[in-house]
């Protein structure tokens, strides 16, 4: 098997509240909690449909799963399914819902919204098709247990029960009605909103702001939220926000602020900085795809252990983020349980990537640029996001 070679850094500088490893929050809230999103905009509330920026953190406050997290990030905590059962041959599960929940409309939850929504995950377009890969069944005993069977060598069922959103098929199907079309599921935006989670959407102007408001109704009457109002406001800019936070306009930023803005923000009486391990990585994804369009030297196992020990992580971190980044090993970051302290990150040493190639046969090219036995130069294109100028800048690193 090819191991497929990530560059990865732990970034701490990630401020959204409760989620992330550096909050910067104005101590100022109350009944209205305004949270400043700038960056990558807002596009959809279906979150089957490849969502950007804010939207997978909204899903988490107005739709339910079947299970959910615990603080160890372990998917055993009730959520829709009160109690579940996976059989010893490990080959099915059955899960028992509540008969308590309902949507925002005063429809019921049911079994056939869980099947619904698993199905729709499955769906070619859909963001969650990895995490259903395995299942070969979903079947709904009655309104209010549902059956899974799937491959024994499906390891995360629990992780699919636990971040698969759970819709209301009578108000989906009428703009899905086959889970498995694709154009279907990528034309559905999914507003107005109708779910059952502690939150619900009441009102959203594109690119302005999202208002959420505590669902008063919620079945778990302990995880009744005790803000009333979380309205998410969007900004052009890191910039523009964190001027919005020094003003005390937000009492949040995300999804993420610069070091120097982190440093700047420490003079501020009433913001508090924190500055722990991150929960998230940047890293380079290098395209190996055998029928996609990248540079096909990217697809030899070698090229890509050579472009590792060419990039020197250790300066990068400390050029780009100061002292919140450290280099990282994979792909889990330092802030999970299952992290492992003894991966280490691959070594800068040009000597060894270059003897790498030498016996690789990439030969170099008059102009400087090595070139594979076939004479397809090792020239590559490296895409980042415009908006993130600690990423601009760390891919120009790279590229010199």
Aim: aromatic letters at 14%; proline letters at 7%.
């Amino acid at each position: 098997m090819h191991r497929k070679i990530f560059t990865t850094f732990i970034l701490c500088v990630f401020v959204l509240i409760s989620f992330k490893g550096v909050n910067v929050n104005a101590q100022n809230v109350g009944s209205t909690f305004i949270l400043g999103y700038a960056g990558t905009s807002f596009n959809t509330f279906n979150q089957f449909n490849n969502p950007l920026g804010p939207s997978p953190m909204i899903a988490l406050a107005i739709y339910d799963t079947l299970i959910h997290y615990d603080s160890n990030y372990d998917p055993v905590v009730p959520d829709l399914a009160y109690k579940w059962y996976v059989y010893p041959n490990n080959s099915a599960a059955v899960f028992y819902l509540v008969k308590n929940a309902t949507w925002s409309d005063g429809y019921p939850v049911t079994a056939q919204d869980v099947v619904y929504s698993f199905e729709v995950a499955n769906n070619s377009a859909s963001t969650y098709e990895p995490n259903v890969a395995g299942i070969t069944s979903v079947q709904a005993i009655g309104n209010y247990t549902v059956v899974f069977h799937y491959k024994p060598t499906l390891l995360f069922l629990a992780e699919a029960a636990a971040v698969i959103p759970i819709v209301p098929k009578h108000v989906w199907e009428k703009y899905v009605p086959n889970p498995s079309n694709a154009t279907q599921l990528t034309n559905y935006q999914d507003y107005p909103v109708v779910s059952s989670g502690p939150f619900e959407v009441t009102n959203y102007v594109q690119g302005q702001y999202i208002e959420l408001t505590a669902n008063t109704h919620y079945f778990y009457k302990s995880r009744i939220p005790h803000v009333q109002h979380i309205i998410i406001q969007f900004f052009k800019d890191a910039n523009s926000m964190v001027a919005a936070l020094e003003a005390g306009q937000i009492d949040a930023a995300a999804p993420y602020i610069t070091p120097v803005q982190a440093e700047a923000l420490k003079s501020y009486p009433d913001i508090t900085v924190f500055n722990g391990p991150g929960l998230q990585i940047w890293y380079i994804g290098i395209n190996v795809n055998p029928n996609g369009h990248g540079n096909p030297t990217l697809r030899d196992l070698r090229v890509r252990e050579a472009l590792a020990h060419a990039i020197n992580y250790t300066e990068l971190t400390q050029l780009i983020w100061g002292n919140f980044a450290t280099p990282a090993a994979g792909l889990i970051p330092k802030g999970w349980k299952y992290y492992d302290p003894n991966l280490k990150p691959y070594t800068f040493n040009l000597t060894l990537a270059n003897q790498i190639l030498n016996e690789a046969g990439y030969k170099m090219g008059a102009n400087g640029v090595r070139v594979s036995p076939n004479g397809t130069p090792l020239s590559y294109t490296l895409y980042v996001v415009s908006y993130a100028p600690e990423e601009i800048r760390a891919a120009q690193f790279i590229a010199n």
